[in-house]
C-alpha cells in the first residue's frame, strides 16, 4: 500500500502548499495508506496539536515554545501512528524529529492556524466575556477562587479556544483516517511535561480500549502524589478527594474553581463516540457562552460527562498515567 502523502521539504511545503484541515466531504476513497506490515500494524492512532498563542509572552503561567518543544520530544518519539496539527512555528521541529525517528510513515501533519477552528468564532465573546469578569472585583472576593484570575481558562480566550478544540481535532483525525485504525486517542503534545518515565520504555504504546465509549482518566489526590513534583513546578491544582462521583460537579462548583477532575491530556475512543463527543463538546462550549461563562476543556467535559454518563468508561488514575493503564504491560514503564 502507498504511504501518507510526504511533502517535498519542509521549507517548501509550509510556504507554497500547505496541508490545511482536511474537508469533512473528503470522500473514503482519497485516503492515503501506510505501508506498515499486516503483522506490525496497529489499531490506534494517536492525535495531537501543537499552536503558538504566545504563552511565552505571559507573566504568569509563562511557557516558551521551546519549552513545548522539549516537552513534545517523548510523544514524537513514539513508533506508533500520529496525526498533528500545528501551526508555522512548529512545523518544522515536528517534522523533522518524526524524520530523524524514522517515522514519517506513521506520520501524517496538518498545518493549521487558530482561526481555521470552528470555535474561534466565538473568540470575541470569549474576550468580551473574561474581560468583564477580570474587572469584576465583587466576584472574585465572594465566590469565585481568587488564585484563578491568573489561570490561563480565565485570562486568555485564545486558550479556551484551543484546549476546546480538541475534539475537533479528533473528529478530523477519524474521518481523515490515514492509518485506518479504530481507536484515536488525543494525547497533549506537553504529556508528562518532559517527564519520559511516564511514557513506555520501548517508545510502542499498544493499547487497549472499549469500544463505542470515550475513554478518560479521573486524577485523584491519591493517585496523585508521586507526580505533583513535576505539575507543581508550572501550576497549583486541587484534585478530587479519591472516589467521590463526577456527577456531583456542576457548573457552579466548577467555574473559576481550583478542582481538576478529569486530565484533559488524555482522550480516548472510537469513530463513533469520537463524532458524538465533538458534538457535544462544541455545543457545550457555546452554551456557556451563552451564559457570559468560558472555561477549559477540563468542565467541559465533566459538565458532557455530567449529561451522557452512557458514552463515557471513566478510568481513575494519575494525572499522567495513561500509557500505563491502558498499555498490555505496566512493568515496561519506568516508576
Given at each position: ?59 504568569r503561567y ?25 501551526d508555522t512555528?512548529?512545523?518544522?521541529f515536528i ?241
Amino acid at each position: 500500500m502507498a504511504p501518507p502523502s510526504e511533502k517535498p521539504s519542509t521549507n517548501e511545503t509550509s510556504r507554497n502548499n500547505p496541508t490545511r484541515i482536511i474537508n469533512t466531504h473528503r470522500p473514503p476513497h482519497t485516503r492515503p495508506t501506510t505501508t506498515v506490515p499486516p503483522d506490525e500494524k496497529d489499531d490506534v492512532t494517536i492525535v495531537t496539536a501543537l499552536m503558538d498563542i504566545g504563552r511565552g509572552d505571559w507573566d504568569r503561567y509563562r511557557r516558551p515554545l521551546e519549552q513545548y518543544h522539549i516537552f513534545m520530544e517523548n510523544l514524537l518519539s513514539l513508533q506508533n501512528n500520529m496525526v498533528i496539527f500545528t501551526d508555522t512555528s512548529s512545523y518544522d521541529f515536528i517534522h523533522k524529529y518524526r524524520k530523524n525517528m524514522g517515522e514519517m510513515h506513521r506520520t501524517k501533519i496538518h498545518l493549521i492556524t487558530l482561526n481555521d477552528l470552528p470555535l474561534s468564532r466565538h473568540l470575541d465573546a470569549a474576550n468580551k466575556i473574561i474581560q468583564e469578569e477580570r474587572q469584576d472585583d465583587r466576584l472574585w472576593r465572594s465566590i469565585w477562587d481568587p488564585a484563578m484570575k491568573d489561570h490561563p481558562e480565565a485570562r486568555s480566550a485564545e486558550y479556551d479556544v484551543l484546549v476546546n478544540s480538541k475534539t475537533y481535532f479528533l473528529y478530523n483525525a477519524t474521518l481523515e483516517d490515514p492509518f485506518s485504525t479504530e481507536f484515536f486517542v488525543w494525547i497533549d503534545a506537553g504529556y508528562g511535561h518532559g517527564n519520559q518515565s511516564v511514557f513506555p520504555y520501548s517508545n510502542k504504546w499498544k493499547p487497549r480500549f472499549p469500544r463505542n465509549k470515550i475513554s478518560l482518566i479521573k486524577v485523584e489526590a491519591a493517585a496523585f502524589k508521586e507526580f505533583q513534583t513535576v505539575l507543581w513546578r508550572w501550576f497549583f491544582v486541587q484534585l478530587t478527594p479519591v472516589h467521590d462521583s463526577i456527577s456531583g460537579y456542576t457548573i457552579d462548583s466548577l467555574y473559576r474553581r481550583n478542582w481538576s477532575v478529569v486530565s484533559g491530556g488524555f482522550v480516548a475512543g472510537d469513530k463513533r463516540s469520537i463524532g458524538q463527543l465533538h458534538t457535544l463538546v462544541h455545543r457545550k462550549f457555546i452554551e456557556l457562552t451563552y451564559h457570559n461563562k468560558v472555561d477549559d476543556d477540563q468542565t467541559v467535559l465533566v459538565l458532557v460527562i455530567n449529561q451522557h454518563p452512557h458514552l463515557f468508561s471513566i478510568t481513575h488514575g494519575d494525572w499522567f498515567d495513561a500509557f500505563r493503564l491502558f498499555g498490555p504491560d505496566e512493568h515496561h514503564y519506568m516508576r
